[in-house]
T-cell receptor
């Protein structure tokens, strides 16, 4: 089965950097996703990691360590619009993508 | 533009009613999924389908069934709705074996069972 853990809530200041961690235990692994979900809206894709290392995409970066079952999402130069839930999801060898419970990030002035 | 459309944004049903939630995608994706999302529990997979007429149980299939008669349409059926099925239901699609396999989500259907 799958077990994915991430913090429930985080608060960070506008302009700062925040790191959202995700640990997972899965039977098979074929990639890890990060999604952003604003309140009342559908999740939208942020990043995908299948190999170890850091993937950078503008203000957002995602890191993966497969041996440790660990990933993080790094958000730089935080903006108020970054207030949202951030969902970590794991893709096993079959097509069933499993999500963590999400981290609700509040950005404060 | 990628589009996943769910038929109803908000539904209110009574206990015991049969409920149909419809989802249509226009991207010719093979895979389609139904999730429910509840506070503190995150997104949980109910059923998914990787081809027409094919379906597989997710993590919480009890009380639900699905239908995939056409590639673009995936329906979730609650045969006899119960109050514990009050939730936000999200449909998603993805290409099979795609480079990323990213999920594209619909806007969600918020179901209240009284």
């Amino acid at each position: 089965g799958q077990n994915i853990d991430q913090p429930t809530e985080m608060t960070a200041t506008e302009g700062a950097i925040v790191q959202i961690n995700c640990t997972y235990q899965t039977s098979g692994f074929n990639g890890l996703f990060w999604y952003q979900q604003h309140a009342g809206e559908a999740p939208t894709f942020l990043s995908y990691n299948v190999l170890d290392g850091l993937e950078e995409k503008g203000r957002f970066s995602s890191f993966l360590s497969r041996s440790k079952g660990y990933s993080y999402l790094l958000l730089k130069e935080l903006q108020m619009k970054d207030s949202a839930s951030y969902l970590c999801a794991v893709r096993p060898p079959h097509q069933k993508v499993t999500f963590g419970t999400g981290t609700k990030l509040q950005v404060i002035p | 533009d990628v589009k996943v459309t769910q038929s109803s944004r908000y539904l209110v049903k009574r206990t015991g009613e049969k409920v149909f939630l419809e989802c249509v995608q226009d991207m010719d994706h093979e895979n389609m999924f139904w999730y429910r999302q509840d506070p503190g529990l995150g997104l949980r997979l109910i059923y998914f389908s990787y081809d027409v007429k094919m379906k597989e149980k997710g993590d919480i299939p009890e009380g639900y069934s699905v239908s995939r008669e056409k590639k673009e349409r995936f329906s979730l059926i609650l045969e006899s709705a119960s109050t514990n099925q009050t939730s936000m239901y999200l449909c998603a699609s993805s290409p099979f074996g795609g480079a990323i396999g990213e999920l594209f989500f619909g806007e969600g259907s918020r179901l209240t069972v009284l």
